[in-house]
Nanobody
Framework: QVQLVESGGGLVQTGDSLTLSCEAS????????MGWFRQAPGKEREFVAD????????YYDAGVKGRFTIFRDNAKNKLYLQMNDLQPWDTAVYYC?????????????????WGQGIQVTVSS
């Protein structure tokens, strides 16, 4: 069973960049397709991006495509989300998630393991 811990969140201004990290332990990281989700206050958890086990395929929500980049380093057991041109509506708790089975998973229910989440706040 893999454990996931996010880091790199914080308070930034509109237009700034931020890179989130997710460190995996307790399992073979390269056996998992990985994803990023976010949840704003009063809203449901929503898909942001995901990446296949070898990093060869990525998929993005339309609202972040072109601004966010998901990538992974299997040698370091880490997943990343580079976020550029951040906007106030990007404010949310960001979660990384893992699934051993589903390729290009976009629903929270398709992921088996979750981090505790990390706050990203974008001020206007």
């Amino acid at each position: 069973q893999v454990q996931l811990v996010e880091s790199g969140g914080g308070l930034v201004q509109t237009g700034d960049s931020l890179t989130l990290s997710c460190e995996a332990s307790g399992g073979t990281f390269s056996n998992y397709n990985m994803g990023w989700f976010r949840q704003a206050p009063g809203k449901e958890r929503e898909f942001v991006a995901d990446i296949t086990k070898d990093g060869g395929i990525t998929y993005y929500d339309a609202g972040v495509k072109g601004r966010f980049t998901i990538f992974r380093d299997n040698a370091k057991n880490k997943l990343y989300l580079q976020m550029n041109d951040l906007q106030p509506w990007d404010t949310a708790v960001y979660y990384c998630a893992a699934t051993p089975d589903v390729v290009v998973a976009t629903s929270p229910g398709q992921f088996d393991y979750w981090g505790q989440g990390i706050q990203v706040t974008v001020s206007s």
